[in-house]
T-cell receptor, first 111, second 115 residues
Framework: AQSVTQPDIHITVSEGASLELRCNYS??????LFWYVQSPGQGLQLLLK??????LVQGIKGFEAEFKRSQSSFNLRKPSVHWSDAAEYFC?????????FGTGTRLQVFP | DGGITQSPKYLFRKEGQNVTLSCEQN?????MYWYRQDPGQGLRLIYY???????QKGDIAEGYSVSREKKESFPLTVTSAQKNPTAFYLC??????????????FGQGTRLTVV
């Protein structure tokens, strides 16, 4: 069965520090992979997506993610976190035109 | 501006009453989705529709019903059979599968509270 695992429920970083959010997926074929961000009480905004080609994808707000087929991972990174990045982050895989989400990682940023 | 509109943003209902959540999109997308979000559980798929007059159950369809009479609209009814309906509900839409720009666009959500 297709699934997405985000092992970190809550991460706290200092402003200016680097960030890596982990995502592992289970899917038989080459997946479509996504990272979304959600502010409290709001909908989801797409940060970046991977369909094929270059395994390092750039997104909005300075985020990037790397697809590693051998590790079934699609980790999200940012070199320097800003206080406005505090939010919940969701990784998703899209088999057969359905988005399957991980349980999310809540990011807290301290000044 | 193109987008997805969910209404209302907040909804209160008494236990045992059916309630319908609205979702409208003007993106000309074929596919539409309903997700339920609970703390610590991420987003779970309730129903999805890939074309007008057709829809499929997701992972947690029990106690919910949908219709897709128009391309633009995909209303969700939370029935009295749903045992724990209090949650945040998100509607999404996406272009046809296979297009390079395939991604889901989300509405701002409806928070339903049943008392």
């Amino acid at each position: 069965a297709q699934s997405v695992t985000q092992p970190d429920i809550h991460i706290t970083v200092s402003e200016g520090a680097s960030l890596e959010l982990r995502c592992n997926y289970s899917y038989g074929a080459t997946p479509y992979l996504f990272w979304y961000v959600q502010s409290p009480g709001q909908g989801l905004q797409l940060l970046l997506k991977y369909f094929s080609g270059d395994t390092l994808v750039q997104g909005i707000k300075g985020f990037e993610a790397e697809f590693k087929r051998s590790q079934s991972s699609f980790n999200l990174r940012k070199p320097s976190v800003h206080w406005s990045d505090a939010a919940e982050y969701f990784c998703a895989v899209a088999p057969a035109h359905k988005l399957i989400f991980g349980t999310g990682t809540r990011l807290q940023v301290f000044p | 501006d193109g987008g997805i509109t969910q209404s209302p943003k907040y909804l209160f209902r008494k236990e045992g009453q059916n309630v319908t959540l609205s979702c409208e999109q003007n993106l000309n997308h074929d596919a539409m989705y309903w997700y339920r979000q609970d703390p610590g559980q991420g987003l779970r798929l309730i129903y999805y529709s890939q074309i007008v007059n057709d829809f499929q159950k997701g992972d947690i369809a029990e106690g919910y019903s949908v219709s897709r009479e128009k391309k633009e609209s995909f209303p969700l009814t939370v029935t009295s059979a749903q045992k724990n309906p209090t949650a945040f509900y998100l509607c999404a839409s996406s272009p046809p599968e296979g297009q390079e720009n395939t991604e889901a666009f989300f509405g701002q959500g409806t928070r339903l509270t049943v008392v």
